[in-house]
């Protein structure tokens, strides 16, 4: 069960926490910790968190018990995200999708959690929620967990809705374009340490959606893995520096 009032007071004081750090050492930015579906009071903690304690941003849970991004009552929590000018990055939970079936060889943090991402990033698409705030700038992590191979299927799904209708039902229709048009307004962060996937997310959503990250901290062994899949990708000198850095320069302003 989800317990709304002790994970408020987790996150104020997650999010002040993290402010300390960024005040003590200039190199340090951070997002604050949000809940999307949680009500007002977790809106007005996001706001000071970002208003007072000059967080860059939210990063969020691709999924809670019971709970997907694409919730009506999360829609609010996105509406301040655009109203601030701030990116929320989505990042899959501890368990996930499939978990009953992917607690065998690390299968959860490998495999599933990279799911959960792509079915939250999924359901926002079809769901709207670009379709209504333009502006919103999402950050998936894991390459978005493979939505850029999925999408191709996505974008059938949409096109094909009579000749499909064995598929299942596309109602009611919420955009207006095939999903691949939304996910192009996506960034995507490059963790994942396989280079043809790396290239397929990059070429997907463009080298200026596309953002540099590892697994390190905590798992400092991978940050050189992560930089050699960048470095593999080829890309001019200009180019690898939006990834590197200038991408997510942008999207936090700093």
Known sequence: EFDLKKQLEAISSHNRYLASLSAKHDRIDVLACAVPHGGEAFLREFERAVKEDGCKGAMIMSSLPGHYPDDDDAFPFFQLAVEMDVPVFVHPPSIGFGEERLNIYRLGSSVGRPMDGAIAISRMIVRGLFEKLPKLKLVGSHLGGGICEMIGRMDYAYNLREEAFF????????????????????????????????????????????????????LTSLKQAGVNVIKALKLSPTDEQKVFAGNAKNLLKI
């Open 167 to 218: 598929l299942g039902p596309y109602e009611p229709l919420l955009i207006k374009h095939p999903p691949s048009h939304y996910l192009k307004m996506m960034y995507l962060e490059s963790t994942c340490y396989h280079v043809p996937a790396a290239r397929c997310a990059m070429e997907t959503v463009g080298v200026d959606h596309f953002i540099f990250g590892t697994d390190a901290p905590p």
